[in-house]
């Protein structure tokens, strides 16, 4: 089991930054695929980002070329780089991975694939 804890949420303006950091124990995340979901209120939890074992990675179309998912295996940690934050943006934002670890990140936009989460780090957006 990978315990996952998620930071570096906070409320920015419209059109700032922040970097989301979820740092992994319990097991090395080297042999998994880690991924970004976000649940805004009332809304469905949805995928954002998701990164393979080898740094390849995926990216829901709402925050392509505005968001960046790294990973640092040497600190067993994945980062969500968010840039150009928008409103819509607002939302608990999780981290996950993938179970049983697989070196691709096959159907990442669907909860099911990933089996460990943490317990969220809120983002809020405003105007």
């Known amino acids: 089991q990978v315990i996952l804890a998620e930071s570096g949420g906070g409320s920015v303006q419209d059109g700032g930054s922040l970097t989301l950091s979820c740092t992994a124990s319990?097991?090395?995340?080297?042999?998994?695929?880690m991924g970004w979901f976000r649940q805004a209120p009332g809304m469905e939890r949805e995928a954002v980002a998701a990164?393979?074992?080898?740094?390849?990675?995926s990216r829901a179309e709402p925050v392509n070329g505005r968001f960046t998912i790294s990973r640092d295996n040497a600190k067993n940690t994945v980062y969500l780089q968010m840039n150009s934050l928008k409103v819509e943006d607002t939302a608990m934002y999780y981290c996950?991975?993938?179970?049983?670890?697989?070196?691709?990140?096959?159907?990442?936009?669907?909860?099911?694939?990933?089996?460990?989460w943490g317990q969220g780090t809120q983002v809020t957006v405003s105007s």
């Open positions: 996950a991975a993938d179970g049983p670890p697989s070196p691709r990140c096959s159907r990442w936009w669907e909860e099911e694939s990933f089996a460990d």
């Open positions: 990164i393979d074992v080898d740094g390849r990675n």
């Open positions: 319990g097991d090395t995340i080297s042999s998994y695929c």
